[in-house]
C-alpha cells in the first residue's frame, strides 16, 4: 500500500510540476499582456508577419509567396532588402544567390558574390523559383519555374493591390554593406504615401472586391494603422538612422541567444533596442514568460521568429507574445481563428498560380 502511494505520486508529479509551470508562466506573463502596448504603438495585436511571404509554400521573397500571404490575410508581409549594383532595392535574404537562384548557371564565375556587385537586369536572368520545386518537391508547382527576384516597390504594389491591406515589416538585411539604404527605404515608402500621414493606396487588382467597406470585420486593414510600416534589423546603427529619418515609424531590434552572450545579458539587449527605442524581435527559442515580462515592463512590445508549428504558436500564445514571423502563415491564420477558407489550392488558383 504504501509502494503503490509512492509510484502515484511519482507519476503524478510531472503533471503537477508542468501545473505550477503554467500558472507561474500565467501569472508573469498572462496571454493579451502585451495588448495594450501594441494598440498605443498602432500594432495591430496579435500580428502575424509572414515572413518571406508565405516561405513554406512559395519560393520565398518573391510575387507569389507574397500575393499568396496577402491573399490569406496576413497582417504584415515581411521582407530583407538588399540594393543592387545599380542602386535598385530588392528583396533577397541571403548574401549571396547560390542557394535561391540558377546563378551557378548563369554566373558560374561569380556564383559567390554578393547582390551588390550585380545590376538589376543581370538579376532578371536568374530564376529564383526552381529551386523551390527541387528542395521541397511536396509543394512544387510548374508555375513557379523562371520566378524573377522581387523589387520593394512590386512588394509595394502587391500590398496595395488586393482586398486585404496588409502592412510592410521591412528588414535591412547587412546594412554596413549598403550605405545609405535606410533613407533609399524611406524615400521610397514616403512617395508612395507609406511614411506620414497615410494616403489612400492604389487600384486595387479586383476592384469588384473594393465594393466592401474598409472597415469590414474580416478584412486585413494594417495598411491603414499607426503602424503599416514596422522596421527591423539586427543593427542598432541601422535602426538610429531610421529613428533620425522616420521617428514615427516602429522599430524592432531582432536578436538571438548570440547576441545575449556577446552583451552579457539580456537585460543589455534590451538596453541597446532602448537606445534607439525599438521594440523587441528576440529568436522563438528564447520566448519564455521570465523574457516577454522584461521587455513588456520596458514598454516594449515583442515580436519572436520564426514560429512555423501550431503547438508553438500555442505555447508562445499563452507565454504573452505580441507577434510572430511564420513561414506558414496559413498555420497561423488557422491557429487564430482567421482562416477564411481551409482549401490553399483556391488561393493558388485565385493568384494565378
Known amino acids: 500500500m504504501r509502494l503503490k502511494t509512492i509510484l502515484i505520486i511519482l507519476a503524478a508529479l510531472p503533471f503537477v510540476l508542468i501545473a505550477l509551470f503554467f500558472l507561474y508562466s500565467y501569472l508573469l506573463s498572462p496571454p493579451g499582456s502585451g495588448q495594450d502596448l501594441s494598440r498605443q504603438k498602432g500594432v495591430p495585436f496579435p500580428a ?23 491573399e490569406l490575410g496576413a497582417d504584415y508581409l515581411e521582407a530583407d532588402i538588399q540594393r543592387t549594383k545599380d542602386g535598385v532595392l530588392i528583396a533577397l535574404h541571403d548574401d549571396d544567390l547560390t542557394r535561391t537562384t540558377n546563378i551557378e548557371e548563369v554566373f558560374p564565375d561569380r556564383a559567390k558574390d554578393g547582390v551588390e556587385t550585380f545590376t538589376f537586369a543581370e538579376l532578371m536572368k536568374l530564376d529564383a523559383g526552381s529551386w523551390f520545386n527541387e528542395t521541397h518537391p511536396q509543394w512544387a508547382r510548374p508555375s513557379f519555374v523562371d520566378t524573377k ?63 466592401a467597406p474598409m472597415d469590414a470585420p474580416d478584412r486585413v486593414n494594417v495598411r491603414n494603422m499607426p503602424g503599416r510600416l514596422i522596421v527591423q534589423s539586427f543593427s542598432v546603427e541601422s535602426l538610429e538612422i531610421f529613428k533620425e529619418l522616420a521617428p514615427e515609424v516602429p522599430r524592432v531590434f531582432l536578436f538571438g541567444q548570440g547576441t545575449v552572450e556577446e552583451s552579457g545579458s539580456f537585460e543589455a539587449v534590451l538596453e541597446q533596442a532602448q537606445t534607439v527605442n525599438a521594440n523587441a524581435g528576440p529568436s522563438g527559442y528564447m520566448a519564455w514568460p521570465w523574457y516577454t515580462s522584461k521587455i513588456h515592463a520596458r514598454g516594449m512590445i515583442v515580436h519572436y521568429y520564426t514560429i512555423n508549428q501550431s503547438w508553438q504558436m500555442w505555447l508562445i500564445n ?26 490553399i489550392e483556391e488561393y493558388f488558383k485565385k493568384i494565378g498560380y
Open 48 to 70: 502575424l508577419m509572414a515572413h518571406r511571404g508565405v516561405s513554406g509554400l512559395a519560393p520565398e521573397e518573391t510575387r507569389p509567396a507574397y500575393l499568396l500571404a496577402r
Open 149 to 211: 527576384i522581387l523589387t520593394l516597390a512590386e512588394l509595394v504594389d502587391i500590398a496595395d493591390g488586393g482586398y486585404h491591406k496588409p502592412g510592410l515589416y521591412l528588414e535591412t538585411k547587412s546594412p554596413e554593406r549598403f550605405p545609405g539604404i535606410e533613407k533609399e527605404i524611406i524615400d521610397l515608402l514616403a512617395k508612395r504615401g507609406w511614411v506620414g500621414e497615410a494616403s489612400e493606396p492604389g487600384a486595387s487588382e479586383d476592384a469588384s472586391l473594393e465594393e
Open 318 to 343: 499563452q507565454f504573452g507574445a505580441d507577434g510572430i514571423f511564420t513561414d506558414r502563415i496559413d498555420i497561423a491564420l488557422d491557429y487564430f481563428g482567421r482562416m477564411e477558407e481551409p482549401d
